[in-house]
């Protein structure tokens, strides 16, 4: 079984300034997928960022990168310039890419707060 | 275009009662799958629906149980109610099989 792991419950970043969300997963699989999905407040998930794990380039977003550690099992958030609509819950999410397997397994979560 | 909508958004229930949660998913999408948040945890996987049948199931007791229509939307049903199934419930909808799954703004489920 897949498990995906958050070490930081909460984080808080300075306006403008980049904070790194750390998060690690175990699995056997060598096709799959990561994401990163935002929660704010107000409950709608929002997909931030996504990776395939079979590409070594780190995927961007505007102001979100990852940093994808294939062997390390590491999958980090860089949010860069962080705004104040950045507060919201980050999970971190795995997802098997064969046999038509959708099953998205979630990390516990990092609360950032960005302090004005 | 509308995206994932879910009914109700709030619900209260006694335990012991039985519980029908609706999803429809965004336009173009015919795969929901249903999960469970718990307070200040991430989201479970209950289950998913794809061509009408249930293709996945997570680690929830068959007092779970749901129904996908031809039109692709879902009803999520929960039997016998705990105190323990207070939790907001995700619909997320994709095209297909497809990686990307969009998350409709969850229903809350308060068991008293």
């Known amino acids: 079984a897949q498990t995906v792991t958050q070490s930081q419950p909460e984080m808080s970043v300075q306006e403008a300034e980049t904070v790194t969300l750390s998060c690690t997963y175990d699995?056997?699989?060598?096709?799959?997928?990561l994401f990163w999905y935002k929660q704010p407040p107000s409950r709608q998930m929002i997909l931030v960022i996504r990776?395939?794990?079979?590409?070594?380039q780190n995927a961007t977003e505007n102001r979100f990168s990852v940093n994808f550690q294939k062997a390390a099992k590491s999958f980090s958030l860089k949010i860069s310039d962080s705004q104040l609509g950045d507060t919201a819950m980050y999970f971190c999410?795995?997802?098997?890419?064969?046999?038509?397997?959708?099953?998205?397994?979630f990390g516990t979560g990092t609360k950032l707060q960005v302090i004005p | 275009d509308a995206g994932v909508t879910q009914s109700p958004t709030h619900l209260i229930k006694t335990r012991g009662q039985q519980v029908t949660l609706r999803c429809s998913p965004k336009s173009g999408h015919d795969t929901v799958s249903w999960y469970q948040q718990a307070l200040g945890q991430g989201p479970q996987f209950i289950f998913q629906y794809y061509e009408e049948e249930e293709r996945q199931r997570g680690n929830f007791p068959d007092r779970f149980s749901g129904h996908q229509f031809p039109n692709y939307s879902s009803e999520l049903n929960v039997n016998a109610l705990l105190l323990g199934d207070s939790a907001l419930y995700l619909c997320?909808?994709?095209?297909?099989?497809?990686?990307?799954?969009?998350f409709g703004p969850g229903t809350r489920l308060t068991v008293t």
């Open positions: 699995t056997s699989e060598s096709n799959y997928y």
């Open positions: 997320a909808s994709s095209p297909g099989l497809a990686e990307e799954q969009y």
């Open positions: 999410a795995f997802m098997q890419g064969s046999g038509g397997y959708q099953k998205v397994t």
């Open positions: 990776q395939e794990a079979y590409k070594q």
